[in-house]
C-alpha cells in the first residue's frame, strides 16, 4: 500500500533533486537536444570572456580544430537558455563537445610518429564503430554524448529537460594498448546562463512582462562541469541490451567501480553550499547563488559498477549511436544517451582490436524451472516416503498383533514369570532383565521401601494470600510389611473425598514440594529429594490425560519405546501387548483413544490405558491415584490383582482407592486412613485396623459391613472433636509405635536404581498453505513491471510474510493443549524437557514450518512472476520464507509457552505479529521510523525478512520497472527506474541482504531459548535446583542449629518462617471453627445478611474480606454437619417452605433434611412417571470399515415403578434411620428406592468398561440420536421424542464439566437462579443450595474454587458431588447419571445414592450407570440391567429376582457374595459363548416375559392417557425467563472477568500502547505524498490490527463449550441468553471501550481530519469495523472442533478479508475470479469508509516525490489534488462511507446470525 502511494504518484521522485542540480546516471531522459537556437549569433571575444570566465579561466572544455566554446548573452531567464559554455561550436568535418571527433578521414592531420620520427596520414576514421581500432587501443577511445533517448522514452525525455544541455565527455583507455582491464573517464557537463551583468530588466520566461535582470554576483560560481570520475575494471563485448533497448548484440562497455568527484576540486563552491542550494547574495534580497549541485541520487556512487550499452549501428540522421547507461544502485533503471565517435585511424603496427565475443543466449528459465521441479520433488518424495513407512509400520504392527492374538507368541509373559530366565527366548529375557533387574537368586528384586514423616502440606487461600492446612503431620510407611521378607507390598490410602489423599500422592511421588510442604521422605531409609523420587517411581494420576489422535497401541508403543530402551522392537511390541491383554484392552487395541469432541474409549478403558503405560516397566514403586475408578468391580478387582502380582514380584504399590470391595480390600497389606482435616486416623496393617478400632469402642454394628467401609464410616460421620481425638490415639498406639520402630531400621536396605529414558515425535497436513498459494497464484498472476505491478510485487511478498505470522498463531497452544500431557510424562521420566522441547520444535518448526514456504515458491512464485530468470533466487525466497516463518513459530511459541490461556495467548501473539508487521517497511517507510521506535523495528522479524525479500526480489532485476503517474501531468511523468530504484523508493538497502537473513535467524533462535527457558523454569527439578541454590545460604546456617541437620538432607522442607506461617494459619483456621462458628451461627448469619433478597446473594463477593469467607465457609460446615449446633438460618429448612406450588419436604436421613418439589400433591409426592425403552441398537463406523461397529443389540428395559402408586412419604428410605446408622433400605432385599411405595424408581445399568453403558444411557435421556440409533423410547407409555426426554428429565454426565473459576456456592446457587421456577423466595432457594451442600458434604470447600486442568481446585469426588448437586435443585421427574458414584469413597458414595432414594421415594425416575457397588447401595436399586461386554442384555428385571434368576440358569451365588460382582465376573472372565449362554437365557426366562407384559400394559395405558389428551410430563421443567437468564449469566461472565483480568488487562493495555506507538510514529501527518502515504497505511494498519485483535475471541464458545452444552441440555438458559450474553460481554468491555480509547488517543496525535463530525464518525467506523472482525472469529471458533483449528481458520478469515481489503492488491487490479471476495471483505468496507471519512471533500492535497533528506520543500516539484483525486487513484470511491458502513453492519448482522445458527443447531456430542 505504500506502493500505491509513492510509485503511483511520486514519479516525480527523480525531479525533485535533479531539477535544481546535476542530471543523474540513471536519472535523466530526453529527445535528441537541440545544439543551437535559431537567433543564435557566435558572441565577440570579449564577449566571450564576460559570459563564460570559469570555463575560459579552466580551459574546460578546451575546443579543438578551430572550434569555438558556444555562448549566448541573452537575458532570458529561460532554461533553452542556458547553453553557455558547455559545448564548442565545430567546424564541418569536426563533431564532439570540444571538437575533437573526426567525421571522415579527410578531416584527420598528418599523425607525427615518435618512434620513426615520420608523418603518418590517417587511413581511416573510427566515426562508424564503438568497439576501440588498435590504434585507439593505444591512445584511447573518445565518445560525447548528449542526453537523450529512443523514441518514445518519456523518461529520458522527461529527465534531460530537468538540466538542459546535458553532455557527457567519456575517454576509455587500455594498459598497453591491450585488451586488459581499461579505465573510463567520464566528465559530465550542463549548460549554464550567462555569467555577464545586465542592468535594468529582461524579458520574463516565455517572453511575458520583465523581471529584474541578473546581476554577474548570482552566477558567480557557475561552471559548466557537474562532476568528473574514473571508473574501472572496464571491457568492450557484444552483449544484452539495456531497456528499453531489445537484443543481445549490443556494444556495451562494463565496468567494475567508480571513483566520483563532484564538484570536481577546482571547481569553487558557492557560500552556503549543499547538495540541493546555495547561499543567499548580500544585498540582494532573496536571491541566492547559481551553481550545478550534487544530488545523491544524481551523481554516482562511488564503488558501484556502471554499464553502457549500445545499438551496433548508427542512426541514420543524427549519426549517433543510441546507447543507455546504467549503474549498480541506481534510482532509475538507465538513462538515454546520444554518443558520437570518431578517432582517426592511422596505420601502425599494434595489437589485434578485441573480438566481441558471441552473444549468449540465457538459459537461466530452465535452470529457474529445473530449481522448482526439485523443490517440488523433495517435498512429494517426503510426503510420500513418511506415508508409506507409516503405513508399512502399521501394517507390520496389526500383523504382529494378530500374530500374538493367535497365540504366537508362544507362553503368555505373565507378570509373576518375568523374573525368571529363559534362556531359550533370547528377546524374552532382554525383557525380563529390563523390565525387573534381577536382584538374587530367588529372581526377585532388591525392595524398594518409601517412608515418610510428619508430612505436611498447605495451599495458599484467597486473594490475602493466607495459607490452608492439606495434611498435617502424616507418617507412614509403604514397602515391605515386615523386616526382611523378600514380597513388598499394597498400601491403600483412604479417605473422604477432600481429606488430601492425592495431595498426599502427589508429596510422596514428588509431585509437589516448595515451600507448602514439610516434612521428611525416604526410600530404605535414605532422605530422598523430589527429584531424586520422580527417578525412581512410577505415577499413575486420577484424571487420564492422554492424546486422543493417538490409538491404544500406538502411545503403547510409544512409551515402550521410550522406556523401555534395552528391549529390541520385537520385545517391547511382546511387552506392550502382553499388557493390552492382562488388562482387556484387545478390543479396542487399534482404536482411537479419542477425547472431549471425538468419541474414543469409555471412562473405563481410558482408565486401563493410562495404567498400562505405567505398568510397562513395572517400577520399583508404583503409586496409583485411584486407579480403579471408572472401572467395573470385576476389572476393578483384575486390576488390584494385577497389582497384588507386582507387589508378590517385589514392587512396592501405594494407592488411593475409593469404595473397595471387601475381596479387594483383603488384598491390601496396609493401609491409611485420613480424616477431612487431613491427619492420620490409622496406618498400618490391614488386618490390625479392625481390633484397633474395636479397642477403641467404634467396633461395626454389623459383621456384614466391610472394614474399609466401617472406617470411612467412622472417619466421616463421627464429630471433629472425636475425629481428632481418633488421630491422636492412632499416635501414641502400638500400631504406631511398630511402624516408627520398622522404619528406623530401613537405612540398611540398598539404594534403588533409576530407569533410563529417552524421548518423541509427530506430524501434521498442510493444505491451507497450498490452497493460499494457489490462490495467490491465481491473484497475482503474470504481475507486469508498472506502478501496479511494484505494489503487487511488494504486496504479495508482504502478504506471504504476513501469512505465515498469521498461520504461526497455530503454534500458541503448542506447550498448552498437551501441556498437562507433556508435565505428567516428564514427572514420569518417560523423557526430559530437552527431549520434549527438541522433538515438539522439530516438528512443529520442521515440516510445519518448511513445506508451507515451499508450496509458495513452487506453486506462486513463477505464476507471479517473481524476478524472472534467477535459480538462486527462488532458493533465496524460500530460504527466507522459512526462516521467517520459524522466527513467527518460536515467538508464537514463546508467547503460549508464557501465556496463562489460550485467549490471553491469542492477545499477546496477535499483538506481537501486528507490533512487527508495523516496523516492517511496508506500513511505514524504515527510513521514516522514529529514532525513539528504533529499538521496535530492530526486534521486529518482519521487519528483516520482509526487506530480504524485497532485496531478493527487486536486486539486480533483469527488467526495469516503470513509475506511472495516474495524473496527465508534465510535472510527474512516467520513470524508467531499476529494482535498486524501487529498494530506495522504500527505504531498503540491497548490502544489508545477508544481515537480515541472519537477523531473522538470530530472532528464532533468541526466541526458541525463551521458549525452553520458560519450559524448563516448569519443570520442578529445575525449580527444585533453583530453590536449593537460594536456600544454600540458610541451610548452612541452619546446620548450626538443633534440628539444622535434618533440614540440610530435606529440600522438601519448608524454612523456619514458612513454618511459622503454617502454624499461624492453622492456628487462625482453628480458632475460626472453633469458635466463631460454634452454636450461634453468627458467621452464617452475618454472611446471609450479605448474600440474601435476589440472584447476587447466591453469589459470594470476592471483594469482601477473605475472612468473611472463611467464616461463612466455616459457619457452613458446623451448622450442616452432624451433630452441630444449626443456626436460626437453618431451623427454618426442618419445615415446609412454599415455593410456587411446590413444597420443601422434611425427611431424616443422618440427622438432615431432603427437599423435594410435589407439585402441590397432598402426600408431598408427585405420580410415578415410567421410562421404557424397547430394541434399543446402536452402531457406528470406525474409520473405512466395510460394516458398522455394533455397540449396542437390541436392548429392553423399564424404569421406574410402572404398578405402584406412591403411599406417602413414610416409606421413602430417606426418612428412616438415624444419625450415624444404616437404613435398612441398604441391608433388605429389593424394595429400595420407592420400591416400598415410591411413585419413582432406581435403576442400575452395570456392565464391564465398554459394554455400551453411558451410550444407552445418552440414547434414552435424548443426548443421542440419528443415524446408528434404533428402537423406542417411551414416557409413561408415550413415544417420545429426544427432545421431550431432555424436557423431562435431568441428566448428570460421567464427566465433570464445570466453571473452573466459580466456587461450589457461586456455581449451585447460578443453577438454582435460573432452573427454580419463576418467582421462588429467594430464600428459600439459598436454603436448598445449603441443604445440598451439606447432603453432599460439600460445606467445608462451599467457597472453594472448583478449579481446571491448569488451576488446582476441587478433589475428583468433590467435583462429581457438585456436578451430582447442580441436578439435584430442581429434583427433576426423571434423572439419568452416569457413573454417579465413581470418584466417591464408599461413605459418600453411598450417601448419594441415599439422596437418590428419597428422590425416587418422592417419585422422581431415576436411572444410573455404576461401577463397583457396595451391598447395601446395590440392594437400594429397584431395577437392575445388565450388559456384556458386546452390548447385549445378560439381565434386566428386578433387583430382588436377580438372585433366583441366575441360580435358574445354574451360576449359584453365596449369600455372602454380592450378586452384581458375581454376575460382571462371569461376564468378563467366561468365554464369549459362555456369555451368548447368559444372554440367550435371560431373553427365554420368566423375568423377561413378565417385563414383556409389563411394557405392553404400560404402552396401552400411555396410548388411553394420550386419546383423553392428558400427558402431564410434556410440560417439562419451568424455563427461566429470557431476563433472568441474562442477568445470571451476566453475574457469572462479570465474576469471571474480575478473577481472571489477564485477558482485559492485555487488551486494554495493549491498546493503549499500540495507539500510543501509532499516534507517535504517524505524528502530524502532512498533505504531500508523505503524508497521504502515511494516512494510507495508518488506516491500513488500524483496520488489520482490529481484525488480528478479534481473533482473542476465537476461544469465546470453545473455553465453556462442553458447560455450555451440558447446562443448555438441563434447562438451565437458552442458547439466546448464552449467545447475547458472550457477545455482549466480549463486545463491550474487549471491542467497543477500547477501540474508543483508541481512536481518542490516536485521533487528535495522529492531526487527522479536524472536526467533532469527522472524529465521531472515525471512532463509529472503528468500532464497527472491529465488532465485525470480532463476530467474524466468533463464527470461526462456534464452527472449529478445535482450538487450534479455530487459530488456523481465524487466521485464514483475517488474511482473506486482509488480501481483498484493498492495500495490498487494488479492486481494479483483482481477477475477476476473485474479485468477488472483496464484497465478502470486512477490511475493504472499513479501510475504504475510514479513508472516505478523511480524504472525501478535502482540498489542497499534493502530489510530490518521495522526498529525501536535506531537500528543501519549495525545492519539490508537486501537482494540487483534492482528496477524491487521491481517492481515486488508489481504486476508492469518493462518498462511499454510508454504503461501507451498511454493508459492515449486514456483515456484523450475517456472522452473528451465523454464530447462533453454530451454537444452537450443532449436533450436541
Request: aromatic fraction near 8%.
Amino acid at each position: 500500500m505504500k506502493l500505491l502511494l509513492v510509485l503511483a504518484l511520486c514519479a516525480a521522485g527523480a525531479s525533485a533533486f535533479s531539477a535544481p542540480n546535476g542530471l543523474a546516471l540513471g536519472m535523466v531522459r530526453r529527445a535528441p537536444q537541440q545544439t543551437v537556437l535559431a537567433d543564435y549569433k557566435p558572441p565577440s571575444d570579449a564577449d566571450l570572456q564576460k559570459i563564460c570566465p570559469n570555463a575560459l579561466k579552466f580551459n574546460d572544455p578546451s575546443c579543438k580544430n578551430g572550434g569555438r566554446l558556444h555562448a549566448d548573452n541573452s537575458t532570458h531567464e529561460e532554461p533553452e537558455r542556458y547553453n553557455n559554455c558547455v559545448q564548442c561550436d565545430c567546424p564541418p568535418q569536426w563533431t564532439g563537445i570540444d571538437c575533437s571527433l573526426c567525421k571522415s578521414a579527410d578531416a584527420c592531420p598528418l599523425w607525427h610518429d615518435p618512434d620513426s620520427g615520420a608523418s603518418i596520414a590517417a587511413t581511416g576514421c573510427s566515426s562508424d564503430r564503438l568497439l576501440p581500432t588498435a590504434f585507439e587501443l593505444l591512445h584511447g577511445k573518445r565518445l560525447t554524448c548528449a542526453c537523450g533517448g529512443a523514441a518514445g522514452d518519456k523518461t529520458t525525455a522527461w529527465a534531460c529537460n530537468q538540466q538542459p544541455f546535458t553532455h557527457w565527455d567519456a575517454t576509455v583507455t587500455h594498459p598497453n594498448g591491450t585488451d586488459k582491464p581499461a579505465s573510463l573517464s567520464l566528465i559530465e557537463r550542463a549548460g549554464m546562463p550567462s555569467q555577464d551583468d545586465h542592468p535594468g530588466n529582461c524579458p520574463g520566461p516565455g517572453g511575458k512582462g520583465t523581471v529584474p535582470c541578473p546581476t554577474a554576483q548570482r552566477y558567480k560560481y557557475a561552471h559548466p562541469v557537474v562532476w568528473e570520475g574514473t571508473f574501472t575494471g572496464c571491457s568492450w563485448a557484444t552483449g544484452d541490451c539495456i531497456s528499453p533497448l531489445k537484443g543481445d548484440d549490443c556494444v556495451t562497455l562494463s565496468c567494475d567501480s567508480a571513483n566520483v568527484v563532484c564538484p570536481p576540486n577546482y571547481v569553487e563552491k558557492c557560500p552556503g553550499y549543499t547538495i540541493t542550494s546555495c547561499g543567499k547574495i548580500p544585498g540582494e534580497g532573496s536571491a541566492s547563488y547559481w551553481m550545478h549541485r550534487c544530488n545523491p541520487l544524481a551523481v554516482p556512487k562511488n564503488g558501484s559498477a556502471i554499464k553502457i550499452a549500445c545499438e551496433p549501428q548508427r542512426d541514420n540522421e543524427t549519426n549517433a549511436f543510441q546507447c543507455y547507461i546504467a549503474q549498480e544502485h541506481s534510482f532509475m533503471a538507465s538513462l538515454g544517451m546520444q554518443c558520437t565517435t570518431g578517432g582517426c585511424i592511422y596505420d601502425k603496427a599494434g595489437p589485434a582490436p578485441p573480438m566481441p565475443p558471441v552473444p549468449h543466449h540465457h538459459k537461466t528459465n530452465l535452470v529457474e524451472l529445473l530449481a522448482l521441479g526439485f523443490i517440488a520433488l523433495a517435498i512429494v518424495s517426503v510426503v510420500a516416503i513418511s506415508g508409506m513407512l507409516i503405513l508399512a509400520d502399521t501394517r507390520k504392527s496389526a500383523a504382529q498383533v494378530a500374530h500374538w492374538s493367535a497365540g504366537g507368541m508362544g507362553e503368555p509373559l505373565v507378570l509373576e514369570a518375568i523374573a525368571e530366565a529363559d534362556a531359550s527366548r533370547p528377546a524374552t529375557a532382554a525383557a525380563k532383565v529390563a523390565l525387573l533387574p534381577l536382584g538374587g537368586p530367588s529372581g526377585r528384586r532388591a525392595p524398594v521401601v518409601l517412608s515418610w514423616s510428619r508430612v505436611s502440606c498447605s495451599v495458599r487461600k484467597g486473594r490475602r494470600g493466607r495459607r490452608k492446612r492439606i495434611l498435617r503431620a502424616v507418617s507412614g510407611v509403604a514397602g515391605m510389611p515386615g523386616g526382611g521378607g523378600a514380597v513388598s507390598c499394597m498400601t491403600a490410602i483412604l479417605g473422604p473425598s477432600g481429606a488430601g489423599k492425592t495431595t498426599l500422592l502427589d508429596v510422596l511421588a514428588g509431585r509437589r514440594g516448595g515451600r507448602s510442604v514439610a516434612g521428611v521422605i525416604c526410600l530404605n531409609g535414605h532422605p530422598v529429594t523430589p527429584a531424586q523420587v520422580r527417578e525412581r517411581v512410577g505415577y499413575v494420576y486420577q484424571d487420564d490425560v492422554l492424546p486422543g489422535t493417538s490409538t491404544v497401541w500406538e502411545f503403547l508403543s510409544f512409551h515402550a519405546a521410550l522406556r523401555l530402551p534395552l528391549l529390541n522392537k520385537q520385545a517391547q511390541g511382546e511387552r506392550v501387548w502382553q499388557v493390552v491383554q492382562q488388562l482387556g484392552l484387545e478390543k479396542v487395541a487399534h482404536s482411537f483413544i479419542g477425547d472431549e469432541w471425538v468419541r474414543g474409549l469409555s471412562g473405563g478403558e481410558r482408565r486401563r490405558v493410562s495404567i498400562a503405560a505405567e505398568l510397562l516397566t513395572a517400577p520399583g514403586l508404583l503409586l496409583l491415584d485411584e486407579p480403579t475408578t471408572g472401572l467395573d468391580s470385576s476389572n476393578a478387582a483384575k486390576v488390584v490383582d494385577i497389582l497384588a502380582a507386582l507387589a508378590e514380584g517385589g514392587v512396592g504399590v501405594v494407592l488411593t482407592i475409593h469404595q473397595p470391595r471387601p475381596d479387594v480390600f483383603r488384598l491390601m497389606h496396609r493401609v491409611l486412613l485420613l480424616s477431612g482435616r487431613g491427619q492420620v486416623v490409622y496406618a498400618g496393617a490391614t488386618a490390625q485396623a479392625g481390633p484397633h478400632f474395636a479397642r477403641l469402642g467404634y467396633a461395626p454394628a454389623s459383621p456384614d459391613i466391610s472394614v474399609a467401609d466401617h472406617m470411612l464410616d467412622v472417619a466421616i460421620k463421627s464429630p471433629p472433636e472425636e475425629v481428632e481425638q481418633l488421630a491422636m490415639d492412632f499416635s501414641g498406639s502400638r500400631v504406631s509405635a511398630d511402624d516408627q520402630a520398622w522404619a528406623a531400621t530401613l537405612q540398611a536396605q540398598p539404594w534403588p536404581l533409576p530407569p533410563r529414558r529417552r524421548a518423541p515425535a509427530f506430524a501434521l497436513n498442510f493444505a491451507a498453505a497450498a490452497a493460499t498459494a494457489a490462490g495467490l497464484a491465481v491473484t497475482f498472476y503474470a504481475t507486469g513491471y508498472e506502478t501496479g505491478g511494484i505494489q503487487s510485487r511488494l504486496g504479495v511478498l508482504f502478504y506471504m510474510v504476513l501469512y505465515l505470522s498469521m498461520m504461526a498463531l497455530g503454534s500458541l497452544p503448542v506447550w498448552r493443549q498437551d501441556g498437562i500431557l507433556f508435565a505428567r510424562e516428564r514427572d514420569a521420566g518417560v523423557y526430559t524437557t530437552n527431549a520434549y522441547f527438541l522433538a515438539t520444535a522439530a516438528f512443529d518448526l520442521g515440516p510445519m514450518r518448511v513445506a508451507p514456504p515451499a508450496f509458495f515458491a513452487v506453486l506462486s512464485y513463477w505464476a507471479i512472476g517473481l524476478h524472472a530468470g534467477c535459480a538462486t533466487c527462488v532458493l533465496c525466497f524460500l530460504g527466507i520464507l522459512i526462516w521467517s516463518n520459524i522466527a513467527a513459530a518460536t515467538m508464537a511459541m514463546m508467547i503460549g509457552a508464557a501465556c496463562p490461556s489460550d485467549a490471553s495467548a491469542n492477545t499477546a501473539g496477535s499483538l506481537a505479529i501486528m507490533a512487527s508487521l508495523l516496523f516492517g517497511g511496508f506500513m511505514l517507510n524504515k527510513d521514516q521510523v522514529p529514532s525513539y521506535a528504533s529499538w521496535a523495528a530492530a526486534a521486529s522479524y518482519f521487519n528483516y525478512a520482509y526487506e530480504a525479500l524485497a532485496i531478493n526480489e527487486f536486486h539486480q532485476a533483469p527488467t526495469p520497472f516503470f513509475f506511472t503517474s495516474p495524473l496527465n501531468s508534465s510535472v510527474l511523468p512516467t520513470l524508467r527506474v531499476s529494482g535498486e530504484g524501487v529498494l530506495k523508493e522504500f527505504g531498503f538497502h540491497s548490502h544489508r541482504f545477508w544481515g537480515d537473513v541472519v537477523a531473522v535467524a538470530l530472532c528464532s533462535v533468541v526466541f526458541a531459548a525463551v521458549t525452553y527457558l520458560l519450559l524448563q523454569l516448569s519443570d520442578p527439578t529445575v525449580m527444585d535446583r533453583i530453590k536449593r541454590l537460594s536456600l544454600r545460604r540458610r541451610s548452612k546456617e541452619a546446620l548450626h542449629s538443633p534440628r539444622g541437620a535434618e533440614q540440610a538432607l530435606l529440600p522438601m522442607a519448608s524454612a523456619d518462617a514458612d513454618a511459622a506461617e503454617a502454624e499461624a494459619a492453622e492456628a487462625l483456621e482453628e480458632y475460626q471453627e472453633g469458635e466463631e462458628g460454634l452454636g450461634s451461627g453468627e458467621a452464617l448469619d452475618a454472611a446471609k445478611s450479605r448474600s440474601s433478597g435476589d440472584v447476587k446473594g447466591y453469589e459470594h463477593d470476592d471483594d469482601d474480606d477473605m475472612t468473611l469467607q472463611e467464616a461463612l465457609s466455616a459457619g457452613l460446615s458446623l451448622g450442616l454437619s452432624d451433630g452441630g449446633a444449626v443456626g436460626p438460618a437453618l431451623s427454618e429448612l426442618h419445615t415446609a417452605v412454599a415455593i410456587d406450588g411446590g413444597e420443601v419436604t422434611a425427611g431424616e436421613e443422618h440427622g438432615t433434611a431432603f427437599v423435594n418439589f410435589s407439585n402441590g400433591n397432598p402426600d408431598g409426592h408427585r405420580g410415578g412417571l415410567v421410562l421404557t425403552w424397547e430394541d434399543v441398537s446402536y452402531s457406528v463406523r470406525v474409520g473405512g470399515a466395510p460394516q458398522p461397529r455394533r455397540i449396542l443389540t437390541d436392548i429392553s428395559g423399564i424404569a421406574g415403578d410402572p404398578l405402584n402408586a406412591p403411599t406417602g412419604p413414610g416409606d421413602s428410605p430417606s426418612a428412616v434411620g438415624g444419625a450415624g446408622q444404616h437404613p435398612p433400605s441398604r441391608t433388605g432385599g429389593g424394595g429400595g428406592g420407592g420400591g416400598c411405595g415410591g411413585g419413582g424408581g432406581m435403576c442400575a445399568i452395570l456392565g464391564p468398561s465398554g459394554a455400551g453403558k453411558t451410550t444407552l444411557l445418552d440414547i434414552l435421556a435424548g443426548r443421542r440420536w440419528g443415524a446408528g440409533v434404533l428402537g423406542n423410547i417411551r414416557l409413561s407409555g408415550r413415544r417420545v421424542s429426544p427432545a421431550e426426554v431432555r424436557g423431562a428429565s435431568g441428566y448428570v454426565h460421567q464427566d465433570d464439566v464445570l466453571p473452573g473459576t466459580s466456587t461450589v456456592w457461586e456455581f449451585l446457587a447460578f443453577h438454582a437462579a435460573l432452573r427454580l421456577p419463576e418467582g421462588h423466595d429467594p430464600a428459600a432457594a439459598g436454603a436448598r443450595v445449603r441443604l445440598i451442600l451439606r447432603q453432599l458434604s460439600l460445606a467445608k470447600v462451599a467457597f472453594s474454587f472448583i478449579g481446571d486442568a491448569y488451576k488446582r481446585g476441587l478433589s475428583g469426588g468433590e467435583r462429581r458431588r457438585v456436578s451430582i448437586a447442580a441436578e439435584l435443585i430442581t429434583a427433576p421427574q426423571l434423572l439419568f447419571l452416569d457413573e454417579a458414584t465413581t470418584g466417591l469413597d464408599s461413605t459418600n458414595a453411598a450417601a448419594v445414592v441415599d439422596i437418590l432414594a428419597a428422590l425416587a421415594g418422592g417419585g422422581t425416575t431415576v436411572v444410573l450407570s455404576v461401577h463397583q457397588p457396595r451391598p447395601d447401595v446395590l440392594a437400594m436399586m429397584r431395577r437392575a440391567l445388565i450388559l456384556s461386554s458386546h452390548g447385549r442384555v445378560v439381565y434386566s428385571g428386578p433387583m430382588d429376582t436377580a438372585r433366583a434368576h441366575f441360580e435358574a440358569l445354574g451360576y449359584h451365588t453365596p449369600p455372602e457374595v454380592n450378586i452384581a460382582d458375581r454376575v460382571l465376573d462371569l461376564v468378563i472372565r467366561s468365554p464369549s459363548t459362555e456369555v451368548q449362554k447368559l444372554v440367550d437365557g435371560f431373553s427365554r426366562s420368566a423375568v423377561a416375559r413378565a417385563d414383556a407384559e409389563v411394557l405392553a400394559r404400560v404402552t396401552l395405558d400411555g396410548a388411553m392417557q394420550t386419546a383423553e389428551g392428558h400427558v402431564p410430563f410434556l410440560e417439562g421443567r419451568p424455563r427461566a425467563s429470557l431476563q433472568r437468564q441474562l442477568a445470571a449469566l451476566s453475574g457469572r461472565a462479570a465474576k469471571n472477568a474480575r478473577r481472571h483480568p489477564a485477558l482485559i488487562a492485555v487488551n486494554w493495555g495493549a491498546t493503549a500502547v499500540v495507539a500510543a506507538g501509532l499516534g507517535a510514529v504517524y505524528a502530524g501527518l502532512q498533505r504531500d505524498s508523505g503524508g497521504i502515504q502515511n494516512r494510507l497505511g495508518a488506516c491500513a494498519f488500524m483496520v488489520l490490527y482490529l481484525g488480528v485483535l478479534g481473533l482473542s475471541s476465537l476461544p469465546i464458545w470453545r473455553a465453556e463449550r462442553l458447560l455450555f452444552i451440558r447446562e443448555r441440555a438441563s434447562g438451565v438458559y437458552g442458547t439466546a441468553a448464552y449467545f447475547i450474553t458472550g457477545v455482549a460481554w466480549d463486545f463491550l468491555p474487549m471491542r467497543v471501550l477500547p477501540t474508543a480509547m483508541f481512536a481518542l488517543v490516536t485521533y487528535p496525535m495522529m492531526g487527522l481530519r479536524p472536526g467533532l463530525w469527522y472524529a465521531g464518525r472515525f471512532l463509529g467506523v472503528l468500532v464497527l469495523t472491529n465488532l465485525t472482525g470480532t463476530a467474524m472469529s466468533m463464527a470461526v471458533g462456534a464452527a472449529a472442533p478445535t482450538t487450534a483449528v479455530a487459530n488456523t481458520g481465524g487466521s485464514l478469515a483475517v488474511l482473506t478479508a486482509a488480501l481483498f481489503g484493498g492495500f495490498l492488491l487494488s479492486r481494479a487490479q483483482m481477477p475477476a475470479l476473485t474479485r468477488w471476495l472483496s464484497t465478502l471483505s470486512f477490511v475493504r468496507y472499513g479501510y475504504e469508509a475510514l479513508l472516505d471519512n478523511e480524504l472525501h471533500g478535502m482540498e489542497d492535497f499534493f502530489f510530490t516525490p518521495y522526498s529525501q533528506k536535506g531537500i528543501p520543500k519549495e525545492k519539490i516539484p508537486s501537482v494540487r489534488v483534492s482528496g477524491d483525486i487521491v481517492l481515486g487513484t488508489f481504486g476508492f470511491v469518493p462518498g462511499s462511507l454510508p454504503g461501507d458502513v451498511a454493508c459492515l453492519w449486514l456483515l456484523l448482522a450475517a456472522f452473528l446470525a451465523a454464530t447462533f445458527c453454530l451454537l444452537k443447531f450443532r449436533r450436541l456430542p
